[in-house]
Nanobody, 117 residues
Framework: QVQLVESGGGLVQPGGSLRLSCAASGIRFSDNAMTWYRQAPGKQRELVATITSGGSTNYADSVKGRFTISRDNAKNTVYLQMNSLKPEDTAVYYC???????????WGQGTQVTVSS
C-alpha cells in the first residue's frame, strides 16, 4: 500500500518562499526516485523537479535557480523548497513515484500553492 501525502502549500506573495513536503509510505523509499509535478487550472500537468535515489536532481527550466528538491531518507520524505515565487507558480503540486517492479505511478493528493498579491 503506497501512500504519498503532500503538505506545506498555502498563499504567498510574489517573491516569497514556501517549502513543500511529501511523506511516503509503503515503498522502499531510499531506492525510489521522487518527482514533483504541478498543474494549474486549465493547464496540463508539468514536471517541476525530480531527484533520484542517488541524489541527482533535475528541474524544469521555469524553476531552475529558484526551486530546490531534496530528500531525507531517514524520514521517508521529499521536499521542494520554493523561493522567489511568481504568480505563474500557482498550481496544485503533486508528489509522484514509480514502482520499481510494477512500474505503476503513485501520486499524492496534491497541495495548493497560490502566489498572489
Amino acid at each position: 500500500q503506497v501512500q504519498l501525502v503532500e503538505s506545506g502549500g498555502g498563499l504567498v506573495q510574489p517573491g516569497g518562499s514556501l517549502r513543500l513536503s511529501c511523506a511516503a509510505s509503503g515503498i522502499r523509499f531510499s531506492d525510489n526516485a521522487m518527482t514533483w509535478y504541478r498543474q494549474a487550472p486549465g493547464k496540463q500537468r508539468e514536471l517541476v523537479a525530480t531527484i533520484t535515489s542517488g541524489g541527482s536532481t533535475n528541474y524544469a527550466d521555469s524553476v531552475k535557480g529558484r526551486f530546490t528538491i531534496s530528500r531525507d531518507n531517514a524520514k521517508n520524505t521529499v521536499y521542494l523548497q520554493m523561493n522567489s515565487l511568481k504568480p505563474e507558480d500557482t498550481a496544485v503540486y503533486y508528489c509522484k513515484t514509480t514502482g520499481i517492479f510494477s512500474r505503476r505511478d503513485y501520486w499524492g493528493q496534491g497541495t495548493q500553492v497560490t502566489v498572489s498579491s
